[in-house]
Structure formats: C-alpha cells, structure tokens
C-alpha cells in the first residue's frame, strides 16, 4: 500500500511534474512472471525514478545503513523506504551477503515481483560502468527469473554523489533492455565460473544500453583507492578516473 500511495498519490505526482521523467522500452518488462532489473548505479535518485517509472511495483534490496541513521534524516528515510516495500540488507561480511541473496529469493518467489538490483554494488565514482558483482548471477540461476537490463541515463547530472537538492534538468530516464533468459545454466548455480560469465554478460548489456565507457574493477575498490590517495590525486573526478584507469584489474572495452 505504501509503494503505491508513493508512486500515485505523494512523491510519485510530484516528481513527474518537476522532472518529466522518460521510459524507453516499457514493454521488455513482463506482465506474468518475476523479473530482475539488473541497473546501472550513477545517482541516489536511481531508486526514485525507476521504481516510478516501471510499470509493476519494484523491490529493492536496500543497505541497511537507510532504516537505521539516528536523527530527523534516519527517521525519514526509514519511513520512506519501509513505506515503499524496500527490504533491508547488512552488505558487512559474507554471512550476510548470503542473507541478502537469499532474501532476494523470497522476494522473487513471492509472486510475480520484480527485484531491483545495482550489479556494480554502488555508485559509480565518475559515471563510467563498473565490474558486477556475481551476486545477481546467482539470483538468476537460483530463481529461474529473468534478468532486465535497465540503463538510468542523467540521474548523475541532476543528482552528482554529494549533492542534497536534484537540479531540474536535464530530464531523468530509464532506458529497459531485451530480457536475459539464463536457462541454458539451470542447476549449475554455486559454479563461480558459470556465474562471473553470466554476470559479464548483464554487464556488457548494461554497456550496450547505456554507451557507459566499462572498466574491468569493483567501483567499491576504485573509491576506497580513491580515498587513500586524495592527498596525491585531489578530489577531482579526473583524479577518480586516474585511480580507475592504474587499477591492476582495470582496462577499457
């Protein structure tokens, strides 16, 4: 009730009216049957604007650190968040990356439900398309869902990582891609081979959709290289690009 309450009758209007969001490809998310929306990360307003415009309710799998900030912030952010049907994950150790992946089992053998999921498992620190980690590999294998790949395009310009208050323009959208059916792997889940192929595959659909230059390392990793080396390379987002581009396991496609 929460999530609709959200999209029709409070924030939903208001950001249509404001922003004039766009979707392209509507009709690659299925009516009958659960789904993953395997999304490019660039911007906190990622999980407002596509949840909006998606035409079936979206659950995301969101860090806990949303239901459990102390102060005014925490609190509306926990109403927020639980208002709209977002699950809370602990991302801190393998224990509870397991947790969070079996959780998104629940939720997609629920119904006909769709998940929302960042593959790159955080923003993206310059706007460039990052690893995936294999946890939405392993999702789909378990599950049987199909996976959607789904391109966020301007988010980053309206709201940089940083900023509080979304700039009007240019106008948000969400570009869905042709669904990735990954049946041809069905039982082989838990083999880490099969999983990073699978998870390359959404990642180089992400790319295709979205024209995001892709770097081969974790975006996790680039920020915390990012951090350590801010003496010597600034806070400039060439600076974070730099970082990117000497990653041992970074390289362009």
């Given amino acids: 009730m929460g999530f609709w309450l959200a999209k029709f009758v409070l924030l939903g209007p208001l950001l249509r009216l404001i922003w004039r969001p766009w979707i392209a490809g509507r009709e690659n998310i299925p009516d009958d049957r659960p789904?993953?929306?395997?999304?490019?990360?660039?911007?906190f307003c990622d999980s407002f604007f596509l949840p909006l415009l998606a035409p079936r309710k979206?659950?995301?799998l969101a860090k806990a650190e949303y239901f459990t900030t102390p102060g005014v912030k925490g609190l509306i952010s926990r109403m927020f968040f639980s208002g709209v049907g977002q699950v809370p994950i602990d991302r801190s150790d393998s224990d509870a990356s397991r947790a969070a992946l079996a959780t998104g089992a629940r939720v997609l053998g629920a119904g006909n439900n769709l998940l929302g999921i960042y593959p790159e498992g955080t923003r993206s620190p310059d706007g460039r398309l990052y690893r995936g980690k294999t946890g939405v590999a392993r999702l789909?294998?378990?599950?049987?869902?199909?996976?959607i790949p789904c391109a966020m395009v301007n988010t980053e310009i309206i709201q940089p990582t940083g900023r509080l208050?979304?700039?009007?323009?240019?106008?948000?959208?969400?570009?869905?891609?042709?669904?990735?059916?990954?049946?041809?792997y069905e039982g082989m889940a838990g083999d880490r081979f099969v999983e990073r192929s699978v998870t390359d595959e959404i990642m180089y659909a992400l790319m295709e959709l979205s024209g995001q230059e892709y770097v081969d390392a974790y975006a996790a990793d680039v920020k915390k290289a990012s951090g350590a080396d801010a003496v010597a390379f600034g806070s400039r987002p060439e600076a974070v690009r730099e970082l990117g581009d000497r990653h041992p396991d970074s390289r362009a496609s």
């Fill in 35 to 43: 789904a993953i929306l395997a999304s490019n990360h660039l911007s």
């Fill in 58 to 60: 979206v659950t995301f």
């Fill in 140 to 147: 789909a294998l378990e599950t049987g869902a199909v996976v």
């Fill in 165 to 184: 208050i979304p700039k009007f323009r240019p106008r948000p959208g969400v570009q869905i891609g042709k669904p990735l059916d990954f049946a041809r």
